[in-house]
């Protein structure tokens, strides 16, 4: 997806902000940010990140960071260096959690969301490991106090109804908010062959194997607010915490100025 073509879609689907969430990079964001503020759109900004699972290296946990003020884009900034230059693991940069505890860096600024069936709470859920599931919704918590949410996708993937049900739960028993997110891969529904073409490119695949592993969906184009309203009509205040995420972020950067 490029960034004028998109900006351009949530103007013309009035949408008052938009995230961009690269995957452990920021690189996209001084674009993206000048393009929506000239556009209208208010630009949240932040990153889909990785965090060590400490028992097993090969399988990361996902995690999305979003900046609710300078404060929070600078520790961002610092964790993602960090995880660069201190701790790579098969060319991925990995956040280590005990970077999150108040005792090191902690998460002042940042508001975070759980990485839906690419979380650790989501992974527990699916594998029917329910009281996992619960310590880890308690830990996040309690790393991002008051600045934790359940994220909830509907976009193909596999058991998702099972794994929002089981999040709504856990949301309820902990008193967390949820939210309505869609992770766009892709511009438009007719764009998804293209992007599995790209995706196979990049693996080493070609598009016929029916043994390759298929991270993306059909579902996952860009959906405007009454396809989402629609898919989400069920979980009310999963769309209304949109709006309140989107009000919560208040990046303000200063940009053509060196320091």
Known sequence: IRIPEVIAKAVADQMPALALTDLANLFGLVKFYQ????????????CDVWITNEPNRNKPIRLLLLCQSHAGYLLLSRLLS?????????GRAEIREAWLHPT???SQGLIALSGGHLGDIGSAILQNNLQQAEIQTRKWANLFPDRF?????????????MLVQQSLILAQKFDLPVVATQAVQFLNADDYRAHEARVCIAEGYILGDKRRP???????????QAEMAQLFADI?????NTIEI????NLQ???????
């Open 35 to 46: 393009s929506a503020n000239k556009n209208g759109v208010k630009p949240i900004l932040g």
């Open 82 to 90: 960090r995880a660069y230059r201190e701790n790579q693991h098969h």
């Open 104 to 106: 090191e860096w902690g």
């Open 149 to 161: 949410y359940i994220e909830v996708q509907r976009d193909g993937h596999a058991h998702e109804a």
């Open 214 to 224: 298929k991270s993306f969906t059909e579902q996952q184009y860009f959906k405007n």
């Open 236 to 240: 009310p205040s999963a769309l209304t």
């Open 246 to 249: 989107a009000k919560r972020c």
């Open 253 to 259: 950067l200063e940009l053509g100025k060196n320091y």
